[in-house]
C-alpha cells in the first residue's frame, strides 16, 4: 500500500466528469453476460472492482470484449445456459458486489464455483447470500465464520421465493432477481427500506417483467434480451468533490453527467439540509434508462444535520465523507441507523472517528453510526485509510480543508482509491486551488 500527500485548499472552482457508476458497471456486465445475444455498454467504470467482476465472468466462459474509453460488448446465451464451472477458483478481489451478484448468477446455472477475495472481503459477512439461494435449491456454503470462500453449486431450474431480507441490502435483493431468472414462477423480494433499483431498471430494459410495489419487487422468470447502455457518472465519487465544494467558502463545483438514481441521491439532500446550495440539472430519460444529469454545488455556512433512516440507506457510501463535512457545520450532526458502516471495506464508524479526530475534530462512535461536533478548525494529519477506497477519499477533503499552516497531510494505503476511482487523486489534484 502507497502514501499519498495532500495539501490545504484555498477553494475548488471547476467542472469534473467522474468515471462511469460503479454500481451500474457490475450489473451491466453481470446481465449482459446471462442475456441472450450481444450486448454494449459504455463507459464501463475502471474501477478495480469492476475489472474484478470482469475477469471473473470471463472465467466462468463469457466472451467480453474491452475496447477503449470504457466501451465493452459481451455474449451471453440467456438464463441457465451462459456461465460454467470455472477452472479457477474466482478472485473477486476486494468486491463485495462482484462476490454476491455473481453467487446470485451462479446459481440459476448447472456450474460450481467457489469465490474467494482480498483479506477484506473475506470478513464481510456472506449468510445473507447463502440462505435465500438455499432456499431456491442452490448448494450455498460459507465459512463457520459466516464468511468467504464462498462455494456455489447452481442449478438451472431453482425454486420460485419470496424473500425478506433481515438488513435492506440491494446487493442481496439484486442476487436474488438475477437467480430469479431461472426459478420456476414468480420470486418475491420485501425490504423494510427500499434500495436502489439499479438491477430491476436494467432487467426492465431486457424485456424482463419486474413489478415494484414500494418496498416489495416481483420478477416474473422469462427471455432476457441484449441491451445497448451508456453508464452514467458515479454520484458516489462525485459526492467527494461535491462535499468540499460545500466546505470551501466560495467554492464552485459543477459535476457532468452523473447518475440521479433516487436509490443514490440520499447525499445530495443530505448537502441540502446541511444548508449547502444545491442545483440539479436532470437529463431526459426514458422510464427504463438510469437518470443522470448536472450537478452544482456552492460552498457556504452550514448546519449540523440528522443522516438517519432511509436517507442512510440512501447515502450509506457517501456518510464517510459527509462526517468529514459535518467538522466544518455549527452544532451537532447525527448519522444513526448505519449499523451496516461496521461491516464494509473496514469497520468505518471506528476508522472514521479515529481520522477525524487525527485531524482535529469532535467525533464520537455510536452503535449504529457517528455524532460529529463542529465547526472544527482541522490541522493537516498523517491518517491511516485501512485499505478502504471511501476513507481514502474521504480524509483527502479532510486533508484538503485542513488549516493553510498546518502543512500536508499523508494519507496511508491511499492506493485503495483504485477500488473505486483510480484517477482520484489526480482529478483532485487538478481540481483545487492550493493555499
Known amino acids: 500500500m502507497t502514501s499519498r500527500s495532500v495539501a490545504p485548499a484555498s477553494r475548488l472552482d471547476a467542472t469534473l466528469t467522474v468515471p462511469g457508476d460503479k454500481a451500474i458497471s457490475h450489473r451491466a456486465l453481470i446481465v449482459g453476460s446471462i442475456a441472450r445475444g450481444r450486448s454494449y455498454v459504455g463507459n464501463v467504470s475502471p474501477a478495480a ?3 474484478a467482476t470482469a475477469e471473473c465472468l470471463r472465467a466462468c466462459g463469457v466472451w467480453l ?24 477458483t474466482l478472485d473477486c478481489a476486494n468486491s463485495g458486489t462482484t462476490m454476491r451478484l455473481l453467487a446470485g448468477a451462479l446459481a440459476g446455472h448447472d456450474c460450481t464455483a467457489e469465490l474467494t477475495g482480498d ?18 435449491g442452490a448448494t450455498v456454503r460459507v465459512s463457520p465464520d459466516g464468511t468467504a470462500p464462498l462455494h456455489v453449486e447452481g442449478r438451472s431450474s431453482l425454486r420460485a421465493v419470496d424473500w425478506t431480507p433481515e438488513t435492506p441490502s440491494a446487493q442481496v435483493k439484486s442476487l436474488v432477481l438475477l437467480a430469479a431468472l431461472s426459478a420456476d414462477g414468480v420470486s418475491t423480494v420485501r425490504e423494510r427500506i427500499a434500495t436502489r433499483d439499479h438491477t430491476e431498471r436494467l432487467l426492465r430494459r431486457c424485456g424482463v417483467s419486474v413489478r415494484t410495489d414500494g418496498d416489495v419487487v416481483s420478477i416474473t422468470p422469462g427471455a432476457v434480451a441484449p441491451f445497448g447502455m451508456r453508464v452514467p457518472g458515479d454520484i458516489s ?3 467527494f468533490f461535491l462535499c468540499l465544494g460545500a466546505a470551501l467558502p466560495g467554492s464552485r463545483v459543477r459535476m457532468q453527467r452523473v447518475g440521479l438514481n433516487p436509490g443514490r441521491t440520499g447525499v445530495l439532500d443530505a448537502l441540502r439540509d446541511m444548508g449547502a446550495t444545491v442545483v440539479v440539472e436532470p437529463a431526459a430519460a426514458d422510464e427504463s434508462a438510469e437518470p443522470e444529469g448536472d450537478v452544482e454545488v456552492r460552498g457556504g455556512a452550514l448546519q449540523g444535520t440528522v443522516i438517519a ?3 442512510v440507506t440512501r447515502c450509506i457510501d457517501e456518510l464517510p465523507v459527509l462526517a468529514v463535512l459535518a467538522t466544518q457545520a455549527e452544532g451537532e450532526t447525527l448519522i444513526r ?46 491518517v491511516d485509510a485501512r485499505g478502504d477506497h471511501r476513507l481514502a477519499m474521504a480524509f483527502a477533503v479532510a486533508a484538503s480543508i485542513a488549516a493553510a499552516d498546518s502543512g500536508e497531510s499523508v494519507i496511508e494505503s491511499a492506493d485503495s482509491a483504485a477500488v473505486s476511482y483510480p484517477a482520484f487523486f489526480d482529478d483532485l489534484a487538478r481540481a483545487v486551488r492550493s493555499r
Do not use: H, N, W, Y
Not at 470484449?65 to 479457477?88: C, E, K
Not at 451496516?340 to 477525524?356: C, N, P, T, Y
Open 49 to 51: 472492482d469492476v475489472t
Open 309 to 311: 433512516g432511509d436517507l
Open 119 to 136: 483479506a477484506s472481503l473475506r470478513k464481510r459477512p456472506m449468510r445473507r447470500v447463502a440462505a435465500p439461494l438455499t432456499a431456491m
Open 237 to 239: 465519487s462525485a459526492a
Open 337 to 382: 441507523d448505519a449499523a451496516e458502516l461496521r461491516a464494509k471495506e473496514s469497520d468505518r464508524i471506528s476508522a472514521v472517528v479515529e481520522g477525524l479526530r487525527a485531524f482535529g475534530g469532535v467525533c464520537e462512535a455510536a452503535d449504529d453510526g457517528l455524532v460529529v461536533q463542529g465547526p472544527s478548525r482541522l490541522r493537516a494529519a498523517r
Open 65 to 88: 470484449r474491452d475496447f477503449a474509453d470504457g466501451r465493452v460488448a459481451l455474449d451471453g446465451a440467456g438464463p441457465g445456459m451462459s456461465l460454467r464451472t470455472p477452472a479457477v
